[in-house]
Each structure stands twice: as C-alpha cells, then as structure tokens.
C-alpha cells in the first residue's frame, strides 16, 4: 500500500514563509503528478499547485509568484514553498499522487498539514 505523508506545517505571522513536504513510499514516484491541495472550513478542497512527472508545473492564481513546488525523484519527496504568506492561506494541506497508463489509474492522498497564517 502507498502511503502519502505530509509534513512541515505550523502558524505562522503574515508574510512569513513556510515549506511543506510530501514523502510517497515505493518505487513508481517518479511516474506520478504530484498536487497539493488545500480544503479551508466550508469551503471546497482546490488545487494550488501540482508537477507533473517531467517537471511542467501549474499554479492557482493565488499562488503565482508566492508558491513554489518541486520534486526531488531521488528522495521520493515533492515539496511546497511558501512565501508572503497571508491569512486567506491558511487550510489543510493535502499532498496528492496521480498516475495514469492505459486502463490503469491510481490516485493517492496524505492526511494533510495545517498551516495557520495569523498575527
């Protein structure tokens, strides 16, 4: 079973930076399109940011400029970086790994980081 582990959340003040890591066992990551995702109390779960496995990345317009995601194959690890950081960011963090081949299709998700931006 894969297992999808996020971490690296925390409060921190507006402006302030944050980075978040996603760690996917077995030996298939780098065939995956990593996302994180973010879910705020009543409202719905939406993709900030995802790579796909040849390194093309994609940004919610809130995030362009702010966010960075990459990927390190060798460490199974995609990672968030966080900067100027605001309230409106703060949610649950979910790290999500995708793959499709043919009539084979996997989607796995973590549990999720909270990141509080508050003063």
């Known amino acids: 079973q894969v297992q999808v582990v996020e971490s690296g959340g925390g409060l921190v003040q507006p402006g302030g930076s944050l980075r978040l890591s996603c760690v996917v066992s077995g030996n298939m990551f780098n065939k995956y399109r990593m996302g994180w995702y973010r879910q705020a109390p009543g409202k719905q779960r939406e993709l900030v940011a995802d790579i796909t496995s040849g390194g093309s990345t994609n940004y919610v317009a809130s995030a362009k400029g702010r966010f960075t995601i990459s990927r390190d194959n060798a460490k199974n690890t995609v990672y968030l970086q966080m900067n100027s950081l605001k309230p409106e960011d703060t949610a649950v963090y979910l790290c999500?790994?995708?793959?499709?081949?043919?009539?084979?299709?996997?989607?796995?998700w973590g549990q999720g980081t909270q990141v509080t931006v508050s003063s």
């Open positions: 999500n790994a995708w793959y499709s081949y043919l009539h084979d299709e996997v989607d796995y």
